[in-house]
């Protein structure tokens, strides 16, 4: 059974970051979550959320183009 909210330790240990990592990437708007308690505390994070994440911000590598001899 999948759960449908996880604590930002339950994804670190999941995805193996630190849990600090994903405490910055929810206080930066960089990773979908939701407030269960009032004044923003309590960050959950919605199952699908991670690989958002990671389908938005991958930097998709660029073959290296032959770099041209010198001659002389």
């Given at each position: 059974?999948t ?70």
């Amino acid at each position: 059974m999948t759960k449908l909210l996880e604590t930002p330790k339950e994804l670190a240990e999941r995805v193996g970051i630190p849990v600090t990592n994903v405490r910055y990437l929810i206080r930066e708007d960089m990773l979908d979550h939701i407030y269960t308690a009032p004044g923003k505390r309590n960050p959950k994070i919605p199952s699908g959320a991670w690989e958002k994440y990671v389908t938005q911000f991958t930097v998709k590598a660029e073959p290296k183009k032959a770099s041209s001899c010198r001659e002389g």
